[in-house]
């Protein structure tokens, strides 16, 4: 597997950011990680992005183990991200958070800094037309399986996600994102 380029919250931590370059290490990758996705709040409260075609990532970090590979491989990646704090131990709930694939996306040189984290967020600017996968903090054994199961040739310029209520990855086609924000002396 190729060198993933790794995105992260503003507000990971060390450990955060040294654990998660350790689950690429033990799937022998580097991970040039950045941190810059603004905070998700509570029900998102980590969010980690990985731009790289989405077969050439699971075949990477699932080597021969297939989906079992994946799965060790993810609780690595959410262990970086389990709280060490009070409010999550009281509530004894498991921290949620959520892992996005994707193709890279290509940073205009023209870019302002200002707009750099919503391009890469998705809000703005190009997109890649391949499939994305979203695999969440509490996915089952059996979405670990059925993803393996799953044709994502199937799913082009699909957002590919695990629907909890019924138990099965479900898809949905990408919508274009807007455009770039224009510099005010040009809209004069």
Not at 121 to 143: R, V, Y
């Amino acid at each position: 597997m190729q060198e993933a380029q790794v995105y992260v919250s503003t507000l990971a931590t060390r450990g955060e950011i040294e654990g998660i370059r350790s689950a690429f290490g033990e799937v022998q990758a580097e991970a040039n990680i950045e941190a810059i996705i603004p905070p998700q709040g509570f029900e998102i409260p980590w969010l980690v992005f990985v731009d790289l075609p989405v077969q050439e990532f699971l075949v990477g970090v699932a080597g021969g183990a297939g989906w079992a590979g994946l799965q060790a491989f993810f609780k690595t990646l959410k262990e970086a991200h389990e709280p060490r704090r009070r409010f999550w131990r009281r509530k004894r709930q498991p921290r949620q958070g959520q892992l996005v694939v994707r193709p890279p996306i290509e940073i205009p040189a023209d870019l302002e800094p200002d707009h750099r984290a919503a391009v890469l967020m998705g809000w703005i600017g190009p997109k890649a037309s391949e499939t994305e996968l979203a695999i969440p903090a509490d996915l089952p054994d059996e979405g670990f399986r059925a993803l393996f199961e799953l044709d994502l040739d199937q799913y082009p310029n699909h957002y590919v996600h695990w629907n909890s209520e019924h138990g099965e990855w479900r898809a949905r086609e990408k919508e274009p994102p807007q455009s770039l924000p224009k510099d005010s002396e040009e809209s004069d």
